[in-house]
């Protein structure tokens, strides 16, 4: 049994101030109903303070959601780990972090495992700010249109 871990895309991204936001998809490759969203959550927008919140068996496909990217595949090891990995990394906390940065840097740590290829980092750096209709693009095959 394998797992594909993705990058789920919500809104549309299209205004710099209201990007879109980013979150961890883990599901079975036949099951696009439900799966795991490992995200952060604006907890005061002011000070701009994440939350670690996770949804386990949550709808892939929600009225935000635009689309998915596939970026690994896993093992229920590998899927375990991964998790593990992910809720390690902490939460922005008023330092001018937004959800975006906190996905790349969790695939930085995803990536030291060998949990996802090397340069996934480095692509996600370059979408970070960029609207979702751009993130479609660069994703090519791997993305997944809701």
Sequence with gaps: MTYNLSIEV???GTDPEYRSHWG???NKPDNLDFGDLLQVEVIDINN??????PRYGTKIIDRCAVGMCKIADLTPDQRSQAITVIKKEAAPRGNNKRCQ????DAL??????DLV?????????????KAAVE??????????AF
């Excluded at 701009?48 to 919140?53: D, I, N, P, S």
């Design 10 to 12: 919500f809104g549309p």
């Design 101 to 104: 940065d906190w996905v790349f």
């Design 108 to 113: 930085l740590s995803l990536e030291i495992e």
């Design 48 to 53: 701009l303070w994440y939350e670690y919140t």
């Design 24 to 26: 961890f998809m883990i």
């Design 135 to 144: 993130v479609a693009k660069a994703c090519r095959e791997q993305w997944t």
């Design 117 to 129: 290829p090397s340069g996934t980092s480095e692509f996600w750096k370059g979408m970070i700010g």
